[in-house]
């Protein structure tokens, strides 16, 4: 019999706030894709990501796929993404008719391995007339690392890359509002940072995202493509091809509630990290963090990474059987079938051996502390169990 109750992994932590200013928005009037609350969503965002200018959109997907535009990433290009990711990071480069160019990742965080991509990119990239190209012959345009479960990708040492091979950095920072490298906010460090804010992320409109930037040439043409690339005000005129890729007000206002309790969550996220460290002292398992003292995690989501991989299954069912919603890692991209043949800078091991052995356990800013024990009790009976 499975408990009534269930923890569940992440869900949105709604207050008074939420209601007032989304009640607010649909009384004025505003619900669609202008009004005050998007302009205001915006600035409060740039403000938390340490950037000029912020950009809505309509999903933390859409955002990448204008940053990618915007970096000029075409057909025939290359672009480099690390393997253990959401599927949303990879498909806007198929989107842009580019190729995906996949990289490995770090054991200590599952972040990009930048050390393995320097030695790809000294050895195996030529550059002439500024242009940088794969040994296929391919345009190697950007890289768009990500910041796993909230943990800081080396982003300094991937931006001094990036400005030598004339790449284009585009931060996928979905999971990552609140973390930070040394004092800086993630998202803030190349070309454009990209937020989502979806159901489970640490703020959530609902559905929707942000492109954060300091080029005011970015967050014009950001704004411009997400409005299907019109011109003028009064008649519909489109030189070019864009999107419907706008965030509605009454989202926004969503977004404005939520920002309200941030700080909060912030720090609750900080604690329930620092108490399953706690619980689990001792467990044959590791945490997925970084070990980097710059790094800051928000703790988006906490993952464990078994010591013993073929414990993995058997721990996710005893966990499901006790009302306990855990998740494996996103599957590395290199075993999704659209993917399967996608080229690598080298050979990909450490994204499968996360995967194998790793999972995320349920980090909603509204978990008890109680609820953290069941759960930590739980991983350790499930882990004795021979
Ligand atoms: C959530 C997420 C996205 C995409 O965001 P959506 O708003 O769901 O489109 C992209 N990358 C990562 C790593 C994510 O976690």
Redesign the pocket.
């Given at each position: 019999m499975k408990s009534v109750r269930r923890i569940p992994l992440s869900i949105p932590v709604l207050s008074a706030a939420e209601r007032e200013h989304v009640l607010a928005a649909l009384e004025s009037g505003w619900v669609s894709s202008a009004g005050p609350d998007i302009k205001r969503f915006e600035e409060e965002i740039a403000a938390l990501a340490g950037t000029r200018f912020a950009v809505a959109t309509s999903?933390?997907?859409?955002a990448?796929h204008l940053a990618l535009r915007i970096a000029g990433v075409a057909p025939g290009d290359a672009v480099v993404v690390p393997s253990l990711?959401?599927i949303?990071?990879v498909n806007p480069i198929g989107f842009c008719g580019a190729a995906p160019l996949l990289a490995d990742v770090l054991p200590s965080d599952g972040t990009i391995d930048v050390a393995a991509l320097e030695r790809y990119l000294r050895d195996r990239v030529t550059r002439r007339d500024g242009v940088s190209r794969t040994p296929e012959g391919l345009r190697l345009r950007a890289v768009v690392p990500?910041h796993?479960y909230g943990a800081p990708a080396r982003i300094e040492m991937l931006r001094s890359l990036c400005d030598e091979f004339g790449l284009a950095l585009v931060e996928?920072a979905?999971?990552a509002l609140g973390s930070r490298w040394g004092d800086r906010p993630l998202g803030s460090f190349g070309l454009a940072g990209?937020l989502?804010?979806?159901g489970n992320?640490i703020v959530t409109t609902g559905?929707?995202?942000m492109v954060v930037t300091d080029g005011p040439d970015v967050a014009r043409r950001a704004r411009y493509l997400s409005t299907q690339a019109r011109d003028d005000p009064r008649e519909y005129r489109h030189e070019e091809i864009g999107y419907n890729y706008r965030l509605t007000n009454l989202q926004a206002a969503l977004g404005i509630g939520q920002l309200v309790g941030f700080a909060a969550r912030l720090a609750r996220k900080r604690e329930i990290a620092a108490r399953y460290r706690a619980g689990l002292a001792g467990a044959p398992l590791r945490f997925l963090e970084p070990e980097h003292p710059a790094a800051v995690t928000n703790h988006w989501l906490v993952a464990i990474v078994l010591d013993d991989a073929t414990g993995r299954e058997r721990l996710l069912a005893d966990l499901d059987e006790a009302g306990i919603e855990s998740r494996s890692f996103f599957v590395p991209v290199h075993r999704q079938r659209p993917y399967a043949t996608a080229a690598r800078i080298a050979e990909i091991r450490v994204a499968d051996a996360l995967y194998g052995a790793g999972l995320n356990l349920p980090s909603s800013p509204d978990l008890t502390d109680d609820d953290i024990e069941f759960v930590c009790a739980k991983v350790r009976e499930a882990l004795r169990r021979p």
């Amino acid at each position: 019999m499975k408990s009534v109750r269930r923890i569940p992994l992440s869900i949105p932590v709604l207050s008074a706030a939420e209601r007032e200013h989304v009640l607010a928005a649909l009384e004025s009037g505003w619900v669609s894709s202008a009004g005050p609350d998007i302009k205001r969503f915006e600035e409060e965002i740039a403000a938390l990501a340490g950037t000029r200018f912020a950009v809505a959109t309509s999903s933390g997907t859409a955002a990448i796929h204008l940053a990618l535009r915007i970096a000029g990433v075409a057909p025939g290009d290359a672009v480099v993404v690390p393997s253990l990711t959401f599927i949303g990071t990879v498909n806007p480069i198929g989107f842009c008719g580019a190729a995906p160019l996949l990289a490995d990742v770090l054991p200590s965080d599952g972040t990009i391995d930048v050390a393995a991509l320097e030695r790809y990119l000294r050895d195996r990239v030529t550059r002439r007339d500024g242009v940088s190209r794969t040994p296929e012959g391919l345009r190697l345009r950007a890289v768009v690392p990500v910041h796993l479960y909230g943990a800081p990708a080396r982003i300094e040492m991937l931006r001094s890359l990036c400005d030598e091979f004339g790449l284009a950095l585009v931060e996928d920072a979905a999971e990552a509002l609140g973390s930070r490298w040394g004092d800086r906010p993630l998202g803030s460090f190349g070309l454009a940072g990209c937020l989502s804010f979806n159901g489970n992320k640490i703020v959530t409109t609902g559905g929707g995202g942000m492109v954060v930037t300091d080029g005011p040439d970015v967050a014009r043409r950001a704004r411009y493509l997400s409005t299907q690339a019109r011109d003028d005000p009064r008649e519909y005129r489109h030189e070019e091809i864009g999107y419907n890729y706008r965030l509605t007000n009454l989202q926004a206002a969503l977004g404005i509630g939520q920002l309200v309790g941030f700080a909060a969550r912030l720090a609750r996220k900080r604690e329930i990290a620092a108490r399953y460290r706690a619980g689990l002292a001792g467990a044959p398992l590791r945490f997925l963090e970084p070990e980097h003292p710059a790094a800051v995690t928000n703790h988006w989501l906490v993952a464990i990474v078994l010591d013993d991989a073929t414990g993995r299954e058997r721990l996710l069912a005893d966990l499901d059987e006790a009302g306990i919603e855990s998740r494996s890692f996103f599957v590395p991209v290199h075993r999704q079938r659209p993917y399967a043949t996608a080229a690598r800078i080298a050979e990909i091991r450490v994204a499968d051996a996360l995967y194998g052995a790793g999972l995320n356990l349920p980090s909603s800013p509204d978990l008890t502390d109680d609820d953290i024990e069941f759960v930590c009790a739980k991983v350790r009976e499930a882990l004795r169990r021979p």
